[in-house]
């Protein structure tokens, strides 16, 4: 099961797409992955964050990568986007063709347009986020 960027932020534990991406943009020198976690999880070290981080962290980070892909690479949204439908297998699968876009992507740009590419993300997630 998977939750939509709506449904992740209406949740109190649940960290806000859209804050996490503008807070991302501001690592994007440490690469999508790094600066995405430390931004979700407040860290990239795993001791620190694996005592605090929820099943909404996770899946927030999924989802965010699933937004961040899907603006590199139309097809890592050509299902839709995920919501409770979605199935776990489906979810990681998603999540995985979205990783796959957003490394080819960022290996060819620099940390100035990965920063462009978080805040641009930030305000689709933020539009979605209040479309509830």
Known sequence: MSMSVTELAALPAAP???R???EAASYSDQGPYL???????GSITFEDFAAVITPEHAIAEGVALILIGGMVDPEVTD???????WQAGYF???VGRAHEAVSG???IHTAEQ??????????RAQA???AA
């Open 16 to 18: 806000t797409i859209s």
């Open 20 to 22: 996490a991406l503008r």
């Open 35 to 41: 600066a995405l976690r430390r931004a979700l999880f």
């Open 79 to 85: 299902q839709g986007w995920p919501d409770a439908s």
């Open 92 to 94: 990681s699968q998603r």
């Open 105 to 107: 992507w960022s290996a």
């Open 114 to 123: 990965l920063a462009h590419l978080f805040e641009a993300a930030a305000d």
């Open 128 to 130: 979605m986020e209040a």
